[in-house]
């Protein structure tokens, strides 16, 4: 029992020289969504703080993230959240990707999908109240019909 605590305690010793990655791909501001969009603060700061750290190239990482494996696991988040939607880089997505992703996102934060849970848990300012959420989805709204309406874009077939 002994031995096994040892070789626990020194694996996790030795996986702590593997550290994460931190830095930030160089901003784009004149590609990122907020900037483009002009959003307004109060709505743009409800944007930043629930979803940025892993969906922009401006994440942010808590003190946490020296640790590992817990480094690795948020990574893992930042590097499949901006693979699946980057708003920093959002103006180089054809339009039609643009309106597609801006309905998702309103069906994730509609849903409780996103922000993800354990996010939430670490970072009380995303936890969004009801008429916050309706603030947010409603402003992702207005903007994908607005980019449907400028390309002629038919809404997207609904999901069963
Ligand atoms: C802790 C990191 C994290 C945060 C914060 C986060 N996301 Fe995500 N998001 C992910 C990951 C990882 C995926 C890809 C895997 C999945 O779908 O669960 C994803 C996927 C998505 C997708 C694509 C879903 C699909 O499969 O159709 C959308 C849209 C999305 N997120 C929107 C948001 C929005 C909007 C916010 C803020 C309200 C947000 N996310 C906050 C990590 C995050």
């Known amino acids: 029992m002994k031995k096994i605590l040892l070789i ?15 830095n930030n791909p160089a901003p784009t501001p004149q ?35 020296n640790l590992q494996p817990v480094g690795w696991f948020l990574k893992d988040h930042i590097e499949e959240g901006r693979k699946e939607l980057n708003f920093s880089t959002f103006a180089t997505n054809p339009a039609k990707r643009q309106a597609h992703k801006l309905s998702e996102v309103q ?29 947010i989805i409603q402003y992702f709204k207005l903007i994908e019909a607005d980019i449907r309406r400028s390309h002629n874009l038919p809404p997207d077939a609904k999901k069963k």
């Open 107 to 135: 069906e994730m934060i509609e849903n409780g999908k996103m922000p993800l849970d354990s996010y939430v848990l670490g970072h009380p300012e995303a936890k969004f109240s009801a008429a916050q959420k309706q603030e």
């Open 8 to 22: 626990l305690l020194v694996a996790f010793i030795l996986i702590q020289f593997f550290q994460i990655d931190k």
């Open 31 to 65: 590609l990122d969504f907020l900037k483009i969009k002009d959003t307004p603060e109060s709505t743009a700061n409800l944007i930043r703080n629930g979803c940025y750290d892993c969906h922009s190239n401006e994440s942010k990482y808590p003190w946490y993230a």
